[in-house]
Antibody, heavy 115, light 108 residues
Framework: QMHLQESGPGLVKPSETLSLTCTVS????????WSWIRQPPGKGLEWIGY???????SYNPSLKSRATISMHTSKTQFSLRLSSVTAADTAVYYC?????????WGQGTLVTVSS | EIVLTQSPGTLSLSPGERATLSCRAS???????VAWYRQTPGQAPRLLIY???NRATGIPDRFSGSGSGTDFTLTISRLEPEDFAMYYC?????????FGQGTKVEIK
């Protein structure tokens, strides 16, 4: 059974860069879309972006090029960097494998943007 | 940009009743990339349906999905206690990923 776990700081200052890592166990990053999705408190789900196993990336245009997703050479981790954060970026951030009959999500990590 | 609109916003039903949730796309979409999720408070979303009508692994047969083009439906034939939750539809095709705003199924 595949397991995903997010890690990173829970508090980031405004204008700084949010950095999160997703560690994949029970398998490697092969096939499928490996994505980051966030959920502001009390609100719905927002797609941030994905990296395909080939290394191809795609991002939500609403983030205005602030997001970067990369894959580690180990092929068991992928990361999110979100620059110039504001309070509006406060959310639970999920990493997830999307596609096909099985979708695996991390438990989510709350990131608060505050000085 | 594809926009998914879910309706109703809230559905008030009793256990054992049938729930019908709608997801409408702003333009015709590829059915293979339409999914439905259920999310309970404090938990990550769980995949219910993929490819618009296929149940995900381990999902009971009280859940069914249908639709094509711009209109998609999730039906729960008999509501169980764990089904009172938020439901999201999703489209994930190439760079056109998006979620609907959600439908809350609450106990009447």
């Amino acid at each position: 059974q595949m397991h995903l776990q997010e890690s990173g700081p829970g508090l980031v200052k405004p204008s700084e860069t949010l950095s999160l890592t997703c560690t994949v166990s029970g398998g490697s990053i092969s096939s499928y879309y490996w994505s980051w999705i966030r959920q502001p408190p009390g609100k719905g789900l927002e797609w941030i972006g994905y990296i395909f196993y080939t290394g191809t990336t795609s991002y939500n245009p609403s983030l205005k090029s602030r997001a970067t997703i990369s894959m580690h050479t180990s092929k068991t981790q992928f990361s999110l960097r979100l620059s110039s954060v504001t309070a509006a970026d406060t959310a639970v951030y999920y990493c997830a494998r999307v596609g096909g009959a099985n979708s695996f999500w991390g438990q989510g990590t709350l990131v608060t943007v505050s000085s | 940009e594809i926009v998914l609109t879910q309706s109703p916003g809230t559905l008030s039903l009793s256990p054992g009743e049938r729930a019908t949730l709608s997801c409408r796309a702003s333009q015709s979409v590829t059915v293979s990339y339409v999914a439905w999720y259920r999310q309970t408070p404090g938990q990550a979303p769980r995949l219910l349906i993929y490819g618009a009508s296929n149940r995900a692994t381990g999902i009971p047969d009280r859940f069914s999905g249908s639709g094509s083009g711009t209109d998609f439906t999730l039906t729960i034939s008999r509501l169980e206690p764990e089904d009172f939750a938020m439901y999201y539809c999703q489209y994930y095709y190439t760079s056109q990923w998006t979620f609907g705003q959600g439908t809350k199924v609450e106990i009447k």
